[in-house]
Nanobody, 121 residues
């Protein structure tokens, strides 16, 4: 059984910074792509950033230059460093990981429970 546990969400003022973490645990053979998505009230879930096992990254245009995704493969953990936060960054942030639990099984998608980020003065 695989679990993704996020942490780091909080209330922050505009222009502030936050760091989200997400650790994958359980029966894991390999963690392929890891990423962060977010969902604001009344909106669809959207991609924020992804990072491959060999550290290639992609970002949504809205966060490029402000957010940085990174990972620690030894800890099966992904991070999202968020700077210059704006009110429109307010959302529940979800961790996603493409995980292979053994050599016989193809990778599958797993999701965390979500962590709330609120940007407000």
């Amino acid at each position: 059984q695989v679990q993704l546990v996020e942490s780091g969400g909080d209330l922050v003022q505009p222009g502030g910074s936050l760091r989200l973490s997400c650790a994958a645990s359980g029966s894991i053979f390999s963690v392929k792509i890891m990423g962060w998505y977010r969902q604001a009230p009344g909106k669809e879930r959207e991609l924020v950033a992804t990072i491959t096992i060999d550290y290639r990254t992609t970002y949504a245009d809205s966060v490029n230059g402000r957010f940085t995704i990174s990972r620690d493969n030894a800890k099966n953990t992904v991070y999202l460093e968020m700077n210059s936060l704006r009110p429109d960054d307010t959302a529940v942030y979800y961790c996603n990981a493409h995980i292979q639990i053994n050599l016989k099984m193809p990778p599958d998608d797993y999701w965390g429970q979500g962590t709330q980020v609120t940007v407000s003065s």
